[in-house]
């Protein structure tokens, strides 16, 4: 006899009436963010600290400047224009908005342009994030092998040289730090303390429960780390989502349910309504999506089988028209992407320990190797009718058979003519 679990929700209604009630405190919340918009365009300036993200050299007309990517005090982000060349990465600024009608409610949301006046720029003092940065680029001498180490320790931004070759790989997802990262961190530090403390449980306190104790410490580890990296908003919900699920696991209630995305998605809106204009989020939600979609079909198949096939190669066929409906950048390349997300499984906590030990630039001669393999790609755009269609086959296929049936074969199709006949005749 197999004893199933509890689902998040008793009844379908109390379902129902819960995601009514989330939606109206979204909305809410949302117009709040609406009537605070209206006002800050309505000032003529507005002055406020920010932090300098990344700078990003242009030129035009022969005269040399920098688009600043800005995160402010209030939590946005902010992009604008400086002349100056002694601005950098990390410099806190205080400066002077000058808000325009041509600033949008999305844009205020998600990233906005807006022009400014530097009054005053703050060097900021070395702390522990900027002394463990330049210990990773102790140990490499090349720049673009310290941006991806930074980039992924970190959350440091990866530069425009490294973006392109990591984006015609097909694994971006392995390089911006979100709950895969933290996932492949929960596993590593929670066996390793785990194996030290099951020898104790079972001497001095075997009533003890050790997904509750060593998941506790887990969870404070990976806050610190959160704190490290400076919470970039990805890794924040991450972290909560993580943090819910855990707590869902303690419970012994179902974890893998579509019911628990939906309403962990309906939290995060609720608080952080910025998501509502988010990309990443969106992905994010729809790559757990296709995991559990996966896993809903996959409850007979051996434990290796899924992790090592199912889930890794589904979710990278699956995946290919929503990612391709946004971003049209196309190489063969790409199809090993399954491959190095599994290796990435093993490398990123070796490459921390390698780090730790001050051998972190052993793999920057086959890292290089992998980033030179793709020269060029083409770019291949999926219609928005096509995405939406394909989303609303995706959502059938929750409860339909057929459906899923037919959405392997669209989705098997597309990735056949992207990497087959749409490279012959792009």
């Not at 060097?123 to 090349?142: F, G, K, M």
Request: hydrophobic share 50%.
């Amino acid at each position: 006899m197999v004893i199933e679990k509890p689902g998040l929700f008793v009844t379908r209604r109390e379902f129902i009436v819960t995601m009514l009630l989330l939606a109206f405190v979204v909305v809410l919340r949302l117009g709040w963010e609406y009537r605070n918009f209206r006002h800050f365009i309505a000032q003529p300036f507005v002055y406020t600290h920010a932090v300098i993200v990344n700078t990003y050299p242009k030129t035009r007309e022969g005269r040399t400047y920098a688009v600043l990517k800005l995160n402010s005090d209030q939590g946005r982000v902010i992009y604008t224009t400086a002349y100056r060349k002694d601005l950098r990465r990390g410099m806190r600024l205080y400066l002077q908005l000058l808000p325009g009608t041509k600033i949008g409610f999305r844009d205020y949301l998600g990233g906005m342009y807006c022009k400014s006046r530097i009054k005053r720029v703050e060097i900021p003092e070395p702390n522990l994030r900027s002394r463990l940065e330049a210990w990773v680029n102790r140990q490499h001498t090349l720049p673009m092998m310290r941006a991806f180490y930074n980039g992924i320790f970190w959350a440091s931004p990866i530069p425009k040289e490294l973006r392109e070759p990591i984006a015609r790989l097909g694994i971006s997802h392995l390089v911006a730090l979100s709950g895969f990262h933290l996932g492949i961190l929960w596993g590593v530090l929670y066996g390793v303390l785990l194996w030290i403390y099951r020898p104790m449980q079972q001497r001095y306190f075997p009533w003890r429960h050790a997904l509750a104790d060593v998941g506790i410490v887990v969870m404070i580890l990976l806050g610190l780390y959160l704190w490290l990296t400076g919470s970039p908003p990805s890794l924040v919900r991450s972290y909560a989502m993580l943090l819910v699920g855990w707590g869902m696991v303690l419970m012994g209630i179902e974890l893998v349910s579509f019911t628990f995305l939906v309403t962990i998605a309906a939290v995060l809106l609720v608080l952080f309504p910025p998501l509502v204009v988010s990309l990443g989020f969106w992905l994010s939600i729809s790559g757990v999506f296709y995991i559990f979609l996966v896993l809903s079909y996959c409850q007979k198949a051996s434990r290796n089988l899924v992790a090592l096939v199912c889930i890794p190669v589904g979710i990278f066929v699956l995946m290919q028209p929503l990612v391709h409906g946004i971003f049209g950048v196309t190489t063969v390349w790409q199809l090993l992407s399954p491959i190095l997300s599994l290796g990435f499984i093993v490398f990123y906590p070796l490459s921390m320990v390698l780090h730790l030990v001050g051998h972190g630039g052993i793999l920057d001669g086959a890292l290089i190797g992998l980033f030179s393999l793709p020269k060029a790609g083409s770019e291949h755009l999926l219609p928005w009718w096509g995405v939406v269609g394909y989303g609303v086959l995706s959502l059938m296929a929750i409860w339909k058979r057929w459906a899923m049936g037919m959405l392997l074969v669209v989705a098997v199709g597309y990735v056949g003519y992207l990497f087959g006949y749409g490279k012959i005749f792009p």
